[in-house]
Nanobody, 114 residues
């Protein structure tokens, strides 16, 4: 499975961005997709995940500001990011977990300027 992430860029504090992750194969109902991020000098951390049944999970730092969604007809997972803060600056990676296999996209850079 190949994942193509897009939508990153430079945005001011308080602004919004929507990231997209297009998969080369249709997600199964058992597939969990998600977004992770890695800021400079820090470890990669979970941002949000969504199961095939639509159950979502968010990092406490983004809860209420970010929303993950999935369009299975387009094999695409989205991350709507609102009220962006400087601490949201990172490379964002999409991920698909299919059974015991984990697939990663190439990452897209989000920079939040103050």
């Amino acid at each position: 499975v190949q994942l193509q992430a897009s939508g990153g860029g430079l945005v001011r504090v308080g602004g919004s961005l929507t990231l997209s992750c297009a998969a080369s194969r249709r997600a199964l109902s058992s597939t969990t997709t998600g977004w992770y991020r890695q800021a400079p000098g820090k470890q990669r951390e979970l941002v949000a995940t969504i199961t095939g049944g639509g159950r979502t999970k968010y990092a406490s730092s983004v809860k209420g500001r970010f929303a993950i969604s999935r369009d299975n007809t387009k094999n695409t997972t989205y991350l709507q990011m609102n009220s962006l803060e400087p601490d949201d600056t990172a490379v964002y990676y999409c991920n698909e977990l299919r059974g015991s296999y984990s697939y990663w996209g190439q990452g897209t850079l989000v920079t939040v300027s103050s």
